[in-house]
């Protein structure tokens, strides 16, 4: 009787000891996975601000127009006055026709960049009202078997400038539009960390371009063709 007892008494404590190892076992097993968990929600809020944090003014259809840009100017640099608005926004205009991008993000870009100063040199060597670095993209230009840049013409004149501007941000867009939908920070910084500062700025500056309504309808061709004669 006493040997079946002590059997008995041996046998709750295996299976007692294998519980409580079976159960350990578990806790480790989730407690290593938790970081995991916590660790792709983060990547999917970082990537939700990226992506999605911003309006989508960027792709509305505003006109190439030196008119509508320079009401675009005027709303992010009242102080210049209407000719110098005009004038620059018909070299806007004219580097935009070689060059198919959208005319807000050329003039968000222009005044994050340069504050419309044709006359500026950053830190890092960026020239011009387009703040174009010359040593960075001369090397993507002879690689793709483009004509160089002309650095002393980027500094002095503006059209050709905003030409380079525009077939740089050209370059961007087909590059990297299908997988990227902000492409154009890219004209800033390649990395995440930089574009989402750099997109913070430009999207302020679209925010007042957006509240000018100046995408094109249907009803508005006449009269702007009108305004352009």
Known sequence: MKTIIINLTK??????IFKVAL??????????????????????????VYNDNYGD??????????????????????????????????????????HKIAPQIV???????????QDLVSSTGDLSMAQVNVEVWN?????MNLELIDV????????????????????????????DR???ARYHSKTKKHKRVYLAKLES?????????LALKKSDTPRLLAQAN
């Open 11 to 16: 046998r709750k404590d295996k299976e007692l």
């Open 23 to 48: 159960l350990s076992t578990l806790a480790v097993g989730v407690s290593l996975q938790r970081p995991k968990t916590i660790m792709k929600a983060e990547a999917i809020k970082i990537d939700s």
């Open 57 to 98: 003014f960027d792709r509305e259809n505003i006109p190439n127009k030196s008119l509508v840009i320079a009401k675009m100017i005027s709303a992010l640099k009242p102080r210049l006055s209407s000719l110098e608005r005009q004038e620059v926004a018909e070299k806007i205009q004219l580097a935009l026709k070689k």
């Open 107 to 117: 003039v968000a870009i222009i005044d994050t960049e340069s504050n419309f100063q």
């Open 139 to 143: 090397k993507e230009f002879e690689r």
């Open 152 to 179: 002393e013409r980027v500094k002095t004149d503006e059209v050709y400038s905003l030409e380079k501007m525009a077939q740089i941000l050209e370059i961007l867009k087909n590059r990297y539009e299908k997988k």
């Open 182 to 184: 902000r492409w154009y």
């Open 205 to 213: 500056r679209m925010r007042l371009l957006e509240k000018l309504n």
